[in-house]
């Protein structure tokens, strides 16, 4: 489809019925839809938004273009859970119908006050000559999943120094006052988030720029989120423009996060150690937390990139999320392991133990195209091991740990149908380990989400491969004591 300007900002009241079975039926016929990632039904999905814990029930919210695999005319679509990992689909909970969003209700988040849920977000509207001016807007959920506008933005337009790309605003709440960070590039164009406060959630008063360690990082921040934990402050953001350096900012943009000091509100100045990657894999942005009724940080990410063609674009759909995450701060490092929940979606376990010397095998059982593998290997003489999945013929993903050189790579080269290869086919990070190391590696249809020596590090990344690349093989270049569970993960 030639997508025009026109194509992209489409009303959905004047999409026809046609269109619609048309667009579902593309869909249908894809063969890497996945089983128990949140996808959309039709159309592109992108950030994850106001995700929230609220009135005994998950909300998550994602930006939502339904026409087509590209970026145009953004709704927020609702997805709720009791559990984390069974999903309902509740529809369009925020549509870019008024004045202030007339161009798309663009990312934000949740907060419970009171008894209702606000979603704050950034509604983007272009005048005739297509320039943008950016609102910060609320929208509040009553307990009966109700969503209402408030009929006036929060903010209008950019502080002076600021360009147009100012959105995806956060709210928290310390010491008795609300506070909003907006993702902003300022005019320079280098990225930084800004600050506002309120008393009443709706009434809001610019006090100006977060204060950071940062200079000329990156050229826009997007997706800020911000919470307090152990004593320590937590700062994610999304910065765009990084230059590739070793085995970082690989990818077209990045996400990561700052451990340090609480933030000062007097002086909105944060002290804060190294930036770090939430995932050193090939497709991760813009991820958002919350905190549930068991007091955890959770996480969620978008795992696909801006500006990047993907090989279910021609089936007129594009991305997931990525399976929940809990956090937990260990130093200036956060460990991410999969939520526990996810274990009620096992069947079939399967179960082995063996020595690998210098040889590749295959065992019953280990096999398909859904599932969880949880794989510890002791090396005998420091040469290389790992694991192949979605094997075929000719196609295979590879994990592959250096054990002298205490790395971790992983290889998608022949995961299948090829794309954004000018970003590089293999990422790699290092590890502090002795002999042992540990893999939890979760694979759907098109994607895999690996968890390295209990979440120390991640990797995640989409693939494409034949549906019949179901194999699963294990290698040593050398001696390896290898224990290895696999179970089928029904939807």
């Not at 959920?141 to 109700?146: S, V």
């Amino acid at each position: 489809m030639d997508w025009t300007r026109e194509a992209r900002y489409k009303p959905l009241k004047n999409v026809s019925e046609e269109e619609w079975m048309r667009l579902h039926e593309v869909v249908r016929s894809c063969p890497w839809r996945q089983s128990y990632h949140i996808q959309p039904r039709v159309g592109l999905l992108n950030d994850p938004n106001g995700f929230s814990y609220y009135n005994g029930v998950y909300h998550l919210f994602y930006q939502w273009f339904p026409l087509g695999p590209v970026h145009g005319l953004k709704h927020w679509y609702h997805v709720t859970s009791t559990d984390l990992v069974h999903w309902q689909e509740k529809g369009i909970a925020i549509s870019p119908d008024r004045y202030f969003d007339s161009h798309g209700a663009f990312s934000g988040t949740g907060i419970v006050i009171g008894e209702e849920l606000h979603l704050y977000y950034t509604g983007n509207v272009r005048d005739e000559d297509w320039v943008r001016t950016p609102y910060q807007c609320l929208a509040k959920m009553d307990q009966l999943g109700e969503v209402t506008k408030v009929e006036a933005p929060l903010v209008t337009g950019v502080p002076e120094g600021y360009t147009e790309h100012y959105r995806d605003p956060k709210v928290f709440s310390k010491d008795g006052t609300y506070f909003m960070l907006v993702g902003a590039q300022r005019t320079d164009e280098t990225g930084a988030l800004t600050v506002y406060e309120s008393k009443d959630t709706q009434t809001w008063a610019f006090r100006g720029e977060l204060k950071t360690d940062f200079s000329g990082f990156g050229f826009m921040w997007e997706c800020p989120d911000y919470y307090e934990r152990d004593g320590k402050g937590v700062l994610l953001f999304s910065p765009q423009g990084l230059e590739e350096k070793g085995d970082h900012y690989q990818n077209i943009f990045q996400s990561g996060y700052v451990v340090g000091k609480p933030l000062e509100i007097e002086s909105l100045k944060m002290e804060h150690g190294t930036f770090y990657e939430f995932d050193q894999g090939f497709d991760f942005y813009a991820p958002q937390t919350t905190e549930d009724h068991d007091g955890r940080r959770i996480l969620v990410g978008w795992m696909g990139l801006p500006e990047i063609a993907y090989p279910t674009d021609r089936h007129e759909w594009a991305h997931c999320l990525t399976i929940p995450r809990e956090l937990t701060i260990l130093g200036d490092r956060i460990l991410q392991r999969p939520v526990r929940e996810m274990e009620k979606l096992r069947t079939n376990r399967s179960d082995k133990q063996d020595e690998l010397n210098r040889a590749v095998k295959v065992y019953e059982g280990f096999e398909g195209t859904t599932y969880e593998l949880q794989a510890s290997f002791t090396t005998l003489d420091w040469r290389d091991f790992g694991v192949r999945f979605r094997c075929g013929e000719e196609e295979y993903t590879e994990i592959r740990v250096d054990p002298k050189w205490k790395r971790v790579t992983v290889d998608r080269s022949k995961s299948g149908e090829a794309f954004a290869e000018e970003f590089g086919t293999i990422r790699s990070a290092s590890l502090s380990f002795d002999r042992l190391i540990t893999l939890r590696l979760y694979v759907d249809h098109s994607s895999f989400e690996l968890f390295v020596q209990g979440g120390e590090e991640v990797f995640s990344g989409r693939i494409f491969p034949s549906e019949g690349s179901t194999g699963i093989e294990f290698f040593s270049d050398g001696a390896v004591s290898l224990r290895a569970t696999k179970w089928d993960i029904g939807k």
